[in-house]
């Protein structure tokens, strides 16, 4: 008896948690975070004629309510560029990027002779040029984001226009959180962010699919750990091979 109540006692810490929500493919969904982030900074290190570094690259399940921190608080000002995702994961994508920033990504892409004057280019006196130069930048982030997306996935994926806003990273995401909310309590956020180290410009990318695409997302192939291939080239040597 004593030892059937301890089985029916320890039943419930032997069984597989239920997870049949998206953490099941965080692995994957990082792998994606990654490899989309990577081509992004390629793409706008191309466009600065600078070189740009990847950092923390993450992807997480948030509370709806949580997601509106992702980018540094609610209440904090950003220049934030927001596109919809069509095709066959479909969501919206973020690039962010601090409002006291901009300044210095405007110097990089903008001619002097179009630029705001001084103290201007804090994002609410932004010139035609310069919401163009921004737009223009969002646009090329999007589809190289997307086409490693893509390639991983074997699927197409459209950007829309941009949608530039400068305002409070809470005021940037309540769309979002509008159109989620009628499907979901939470959301995967894919996240990561570059920079380039001489200038200090840092901006995040984040990409938030809709609930019907994870199972697309699920398809990411999560390439082995590289430490076998050392192991490898070891027992080659040791066995007499090249």
């Known amino acids: 008896m004593t030892t059937r109540r301890r089985r029916r006692r320890g039943a ?10 998206p953490s099941t493919d965080l692995k994957r969904f990082f792998v994606l975070s990654e490899a989309g982030a990577r081509n992004a900074a390629t793409a706008l290190s191309q466009i600065l004629g ?20 992702m980018a540094g608080g609610a209440s904090l000002v950003v220049c934030a560029l927001s596109l919809k995702v069509y095709g ?15 300044p210095i990504l405007l110097g ?19 010139n035609e040029m310069e919401r163009s130069a921004l737009m223009e930048i969002g646009n ?18 459209l950007p829309s226009i941009p949608g530039l806003a400068v305002d409070m990273v809470g005021a940037v995401t309540d769309h979002l959180l509008i159109e ?4 979901a309590d939470s959301a995967v956020v ?25 199972s697309v997302l699920g398809r990411a192939q999560v390439r082995p750990a590289p430490r076998s291939r050392p192991a ?5 040597r040791r066995e007499g091979r090249p």
């Open 140 to 157: 090329i982030l999007a589809c190289a984001y997307l086409n490693a997306l893509s390639h991983l996935l074997g699927v197409s994926l």
């Open 88 to 102: 066959e994961a479909r969501g919206n994508l973020l690039v962010v990027f601090r409002r006291e920033q901009l």
């Open 190 to 214: 894919l996240a990561s962010q570059v920079h380039e180290p001489a200038s200090g410009l840092r901006g995040s990318i984040f990409f938030l699919p809709h609930p019907s695409a994870l």
């Open 180 to 183: 989620l909310a009628a499907v």
């Open 108 to 126: 990089m892409v903008v001619p002097r002779a179009h630029a705001a004057m001084p103290g201007e280019g804090d994002g609410h006196a932004l």
């Open 12 to 21: 419930p810490a032997t069984r597989p948690a239920r997870r049949g929500g």
């Open 232 to 236: 490898a080239r070891r027992r080659g």
């Open 50 to 69: 600078r070189p740009l570094r990847l950092a923390v690259p993450w992807a997480r399940v948030l509370p709806l309510e949580k997601v509106k921190e």
